[in-house]
């Protein structure tokens, strides 16, 4: 190349920096990828769709993937990346660990991704746009999303401290996310990405038979539920994987009935029954349980804004080509 042609490309190369960043800090893009990648969202459209036809938790699986990246460090890919020798990430580390899924989802379709478009797309802005298809694709609400995440180089198991726990109390939690720039609005209505998927029984059984050490079952459960979650998990500790539904009544469904559930004692995680206990969040789930729409729009909002937490851009991390491990 002679030096003509290389200078004229450095000054195209800065002129696009430029356009994206300013005084070096560089932000997502509503049309980061229109050129460069123009049927992203297909392409990943297709793989949640097929993969939700395969496996209808699939949904769930992807959404609470999405979540888990983002609270733990942000949302840089991090909870994808493998073990190594030197490295112990967030994905085998609790409460990932035997529960987190849908990294096969990931791979293909970041594999079709490659395809279209070679050393593109990072794995982040995929697992971003997954977890929209995967909400959309069961029924809710769909919004639009800035791109241009960059993937981190590491990942610590340590960040999964960040992660909520059902066994913590509401306080701790909201914590949790207000660490993040998140609020208690955003808390609340992203708890209702529980109106799909499944929860094994240990997380969820200290409620069933010997609550608070009263000897006697959690007395907020409704009894009907209680009678067929106990049925499900049985008090010995070969039933702790078992699965019971967080919405036990819509399961595969993204509506508002999580909402519903909860004004009815039928929440099934400690952690969602207590957002009944406090009068701020119990009054922001009973605006949910009575208007849909209100539930999705701003389910929508705080998705975004959840996938904004903590991004890496610009010249930071990387286009992994393979979401497991570092390039
Ligand atoms: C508010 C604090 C939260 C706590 C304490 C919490 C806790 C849990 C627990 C314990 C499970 C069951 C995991 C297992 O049994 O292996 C679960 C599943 C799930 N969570 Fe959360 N979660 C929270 C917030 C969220 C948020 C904000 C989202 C998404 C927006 C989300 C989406 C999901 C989904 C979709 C599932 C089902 C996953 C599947 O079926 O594979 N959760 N959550
Ligand atoms: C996008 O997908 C359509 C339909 O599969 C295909 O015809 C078209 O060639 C693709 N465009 C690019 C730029 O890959
Ligand atoms: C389909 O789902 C089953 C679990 O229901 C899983 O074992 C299998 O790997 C999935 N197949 C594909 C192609 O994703
Ligand atoms: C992981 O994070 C913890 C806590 O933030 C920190 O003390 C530790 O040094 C980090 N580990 C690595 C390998 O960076
Ligand atoms: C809640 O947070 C407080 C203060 O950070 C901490 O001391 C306590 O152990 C936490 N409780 C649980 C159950 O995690
Ligand atoms: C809530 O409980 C009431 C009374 O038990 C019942 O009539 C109603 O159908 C329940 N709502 C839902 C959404 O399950
Ligand atoms: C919460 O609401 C209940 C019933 O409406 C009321 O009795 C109680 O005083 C309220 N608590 C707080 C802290 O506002």
């Excluded at 349980?289 to 903590?310: D, I, N, Q, W, Y």
């Amino acid at each position: 190349m002679n030096n003509n042609s290389s200078h004229g490309l450095s000054i195209a190369f800065l002129c696009f920096i430029f356009l994206a960043c300013h005084l070096g800090s560089c932000q997502l893009d509503y049309r980061f990828y229109d050129r460069t990648c123009p049927n992203l969202t297909r392409i990943v459209r297709f793989g949640v769709w097929s993969a939700i036809l395969n496996e209808t938790r699939m949904a769930a699986s992807l959404l609470r993937l999405h979540f888990h990246d983002c609270i733990a460090n942000g949302c840089d890919g991090s909870v994808l990346l493998d073990d190594t020798s030197t490295m112990k990430g967030e994905k085998n580390a609790p409460p990932n660990l035997n529960s987190a899924r849908g990294f096969q989802v990931i791979d293909t379709i970041k594999t079709n991704v490659e395809n279209a478009c070679p050393a593109t797309v990072s794995c982040a802005d995929i697992l971003t746009l997954v977890a929209r298809e995967a909400v959309f694709l069961t029924g809710g609400p769909y919004w639009s999303l800035p791109l241009g995440r960059r993937d981190s180089l590491t990942s610590n198991s340590s960040d999964n401290q960040h992660i909520p726990s059902p066994f913590e109390p509401l306080e701790n939690i909201t914590a949790k996310f207000t660490s993040k720039g998140l609020d208690m609005n955003d808390m609340v209505v992203l708890s209702g990405g529980h109106t799909i998927g499944f929860a094994q029984c240990f997380t969820f059984k200290q409620r069933l038979f010997d609550f608070d050490g009263t000897g006697k079952p959690d007395p907020t459960i409704d009894a009907s539920l209680l009678a067929n979650l106990q049925s499900t998990c049985p008090n010995q500790d070969n039933s702790n994987t078992n699965l019971a539904p967080l919405d036990h009544v819509t399961p595969s469904k993204f509506d508002n009935m999580y909402f519903k559930n909860l004004v009815n004692n039928s929440g099934v995680l400690g952690s969602d029954q207590a957002l009944m206990e406090d009068n701020t969040t119990a009054s922001i789930v009973i605006g949910y349980s009575t208007l849909p729409l209100l539930f999705f729009s701003e389910f929508g909002a705080s998705m975004a804004k959840l996938a904004s937490v903590g991004v890496i851009t610009g010249q930071e991390g990387e286009i992994r080509k393979d979401c497991k491990v570092v390039n």
